[in-house]
């Protein structure tokens, strides 16, 4: 999201969160939203099927999910941040829910979407309630798990709201031990950083493996 990783690191390690709301309030800090707001503000959309292709050709396992999918599917973009993946599904006729923690870059998120695409909504993860059990065909979380206290609350949480047979197309590295990222939090980089660990727990918690990219990189897992 074109975050300055100088100021990042010193407000993280001040910060130092314990807990999954403390989390919410490092991203909520005027620093990083104000970086968070800039980054939307100059986000550029493909706004045509043909756009999207271009756009994300390096991502062919996900657009290929947007084209497979029946016109109409609910998706969940997790932790959307400027939603670019999210967008492309709504190309494709999917109807999507942009989910981010409150604050600035999110208002400005939704005013700039709504004005753009009419098949959209929006769910402020530390304020708004979900929906009901088993109402999204799919869910988007791409590098977000990282950056959260307990991941694996959050996998118990796309288990509950995935329809039967539901997608999670999940992109996550747990793999910054070294800081690079402060955001990517080191207790659970220890835990999950070797991805076969990952992944057992992603299948203890009811998902298999459907789909991967070439790379091995990017994966897509169906609710079993």
């Avoid at 979407?113 to 959209?120: F, T």
């Avoid at 929006?122 to 708004?128: E, P």
């Avoid at 288990?159 to 402060?182: Q, R, S």
């Amino acid at each position: 999201m074109g975050l300055s990783y100088g100021n990042y690191k010193d407000i993280f390690n001040q910060m130092n969160p314990q807990n999954q709301e403390e989390v919410y309030a490092f991203y909520q800090h005027p620093i990083i939203q104000k970086d968070l707001y800039e980054s939307i503000k100059n986000a550029q959309y493909p706004l045509t099927k043909e756009a999207c292709e271009k756009a994300h050709q390096h991502y062919p396992l996900l657009l290929n999910i947007a084209k497979e999918m029946a016109s109409g599917s609910r998706v969940l973009d997790w932790g959307c941040g400027a939603g670019e993946f999210a967008v492309m599904f709504s190309m494709y006729g999917h109807h999507v829910t942009f989910a981010d923690i409150s604050g600035p870059a999110f208002d400005l998120l939704q005013k700039k979407l709504e004005s753009l695409l009419h098949n959209v909504s929006f769910i402020r993860v530390d304020k708004d309630d979900l929906p009901s059990a088993e109402h999204y065909d799919a869910i988007l979380c791409q590098e977000v798990l990282e950056h959260v206290w307990e991941p694996e609350d959050h996998l118990k949480i796309f288990y509950n709201v995935l329809k039967p047979g539901g997608l999670l197309m999940m992109g996550t590295f747990f793999n910054c031990i070294d800081g690079a990222d402060p955001s990517h939090l080191h207790h659970n980089c220890e835990r999950y950083q070797d991805p076969p660990t990952w992944f057992a727990v992603v299948e203890k918690h009811g998902f298999e493996l459907y789909k991967k990219d070439q790379n091995g990189v990017e994966k897509v897992w169906r609710k079993s």
